[in-house]
Each structure stands twice: as structure tokens, then as C-alpha cells.
């Protein structure tokens, strides 16, 4: 049976090593697991997630009457926090998930890609979506990558015309490098092709599954003094249970079908020789 997020991974680290845009991205702090997405239904194929961002600045939830717009109630305060992942000792900053089986599924031929690869197989789509994920790893290590305008100002957006081109350079770059193909091969084939090939497709998944670590909303204790002026009824936040830690031992292998999945055995102290 492919492992096919460890195959994803080692992918990583040729791309890090061969393209030096990628060049800053440290793989010990990134961490890459599976999701479930059917093929044919809509959905994205791959999304970087970066548990490294300090706490919010505290806040509340505020309530005003339309007719005098005093404020009549407000919540308790409350940050924001991103969960604590590692691995034995190693500190995991950005998570980047692949949807099974839909991710490899995908093919130049049913995307908007095809016009940037005329030439390429298609399945290099798929190269270009590790490549993209890749891509959002901030160098500074601050969060997800933010773009600059041509006037030198940051665009809301993560992505834009020149994050998209920037990324088909780079696979480019990559494919010009040379790369071993036995690096990449697990790319040219398809689910089914890949479970014919295999005995079957399994991935790295959240003990929680299909949850996965997130940032989550932590109620302020003690609560700081109301904001100045503001004298009003406050409401209890109600917030749902969060893990605020996962370590090797939050994660397990699961066998992937094309509708399903299932547990396989867990990794961590109880892994698998």
C-alpha cells in the first residue's frame, strides 16, 4: 500500500532542495497529511495551514440599539489562538492537507493549468498544486505568504496573477533540474491506477479525523476591565472544545477509498516497524 503523504513529503523536500524560491522552507516544520475529497465533486485539492501565528489581540462581541446605537450587550473578551503541533521534538509551524482521492485525480485537461503546460503530461497539475502549497510558506515564517501590488502595498488576496505565474516558473524550474523520476512517478498515476499498482492508497490523518488541528477562540481569564466607556450587560461566550496540543501520538494511517475510508494502524510510539 502507497503511503502516499510520505510520498508527497520526500517530493517536498527534492522541490525545497532544486528550486530556490522554495529555498527557506525548513520540511522538519511542515508537516503534510491527507483529507477526504471525492473525485468530482467540488472542493480544493490541497490547502497550507500555518499553526505558527502568535495569539489575537483580545476582543469582544458587541450588540447595538438600532434606534440610539448605544451598546447594549457585549461578550466576554476572547483571543484567538493556533493550536501546539510537534513531533517528538520538533516544532510543526504549517500544515498542508491533500484531499484523497480527488487530488490525484486531477489532470491539466480539467483545469485552467493546461494553458501554462501545453507541452507537459497531465498530471504535472499536480506537481503545480504541491508547488502552490509550497508557495504560501511565508520566507519570514509570519503566516501564510502575502503578495505585494506594483505599487509595492500588500494585496488582501494570497493569490493574484503573479502567484500564479510565479508558481508555473518554478515547476518549470523544477522539472529542468532534472529530478530523479522516481521522486515524482507516484504522480503519473491516478487512484485507480495507483490502488491497481499498490494493493491500495493510505495517507496521514488526524486522530480526530476528519477534524484536524485549528485555530480556535479561548475565553480570557481573568477578564480585563471593561474598554473605557463602555457600561453594559455582558454575555457568557459560549465556545466549543478545542485541543489546544497534538503530538506523533494524535496521529494514525487511514486507507483511502473513493468514497471512504478506514483506520489503519497508529503511528507515533505505537508505530509499525
Known amino acids: 500500500m502507497i503511503n502516499y503523504t510520505e510520498r508527497v513529503s520526500l517530493l517536498m523536500a527534492d522541490l525545497v532542495e532544486r528550486v530556490q524560491p522554495l529555498s527557506h522552507i525548513d520540511m522538519r516544520r511542515v508537516l503534510v497529511f491527507a483529507r477526504a ?5 467540488d472542493g480544493a485539492y490541497a490547502t497550507c495551514h500555518c499553526v505558527s501565528m502568535p495569539p489575537s489581540e483580545p476582543g469582544y462581541y458587541f450588540w447595538r440599539d438600532r434606534a440610539s446605537g448605544l451598546l447594549t450587550r457585549r461578550s466576554e473578551w476572547f483571543v484567538t489562538r493556533s493550536p501546539e503541533v510537534r513531533v517528538g521534538p520538533q516544532a510543526i509551524e504549517y500544515l498542508i492537507s491533500f484531499t484523497l482521492p480527488r487530488f490525484c485525480d486531477q489532470d491539466l485537461s480539467h483545469t485552467r493549468k493546461r494553458a501554462h503546460y501545453v507541452s507537459q503530461p497531465g498530471w504535472v497539475a499536480k506537481l503545480d498544486t504541491i508547488v502552490h502549497e509550497l508557495y504560501h510558506i511565508d520566507p519570514t515564517r509570519a503566516g501564510i505568504r502575502r503578495m505585494e501590488r506594483a505599487d509595492g502595498t500588500y494585496a488582501a488576496n494570497c493569490h493574484g496573477r503573479r502567484f500564479f505565474e510565479d508558481v508555473v516558473e518554478m515547476v518549470h ?11 515524482y512517478d507516484f504522480l503519473t498515476h491516478d487512484f485507480g491506477g ?3 499498482r499498490h494493493g491500495g492508497v493510505a495517507g496521514t490523518t488526524f486522530r480526530t479525523y476528519p477534524s ?13 476591565p471593561p474598554p473605557p466607556g463602555v457600561d453594559c450587560r455582558v454575555e457568557p461566550l459560549k465556545v466549543p ?3 489546544a496540543r497534538f503530538t506523533e501520538d494524535d496521529l494514525v494511517m487511514r486507507e483511502f477509498g473513493a468514497d471512504h475510508s478506514r483506520q489503519l494502524v497508529r503511528k507515533g510510539r505505537y508505530q509499525a516497524a
Do not use: M
Not at 533540474?177 to 522516481?182: F, H, L, Y
Open 212 to 224: 484536524y488541528p485549528q485555530r480556535f477562540t479561548e475565553v480570557l481569564s481573568p477578564q480585563p
Open 194 to 196: 495507483l490502488t491497481a
Open 173 to 183: 524550474a523544477y522539472l529542468d533540474s532534472r529530478p530523479d523520476p522516481a521522486i
Open 37 to 41: 475529497g471525492r473525485t468530482g465533486t
Open 241 to 243: 472544545r478545542a485541543t
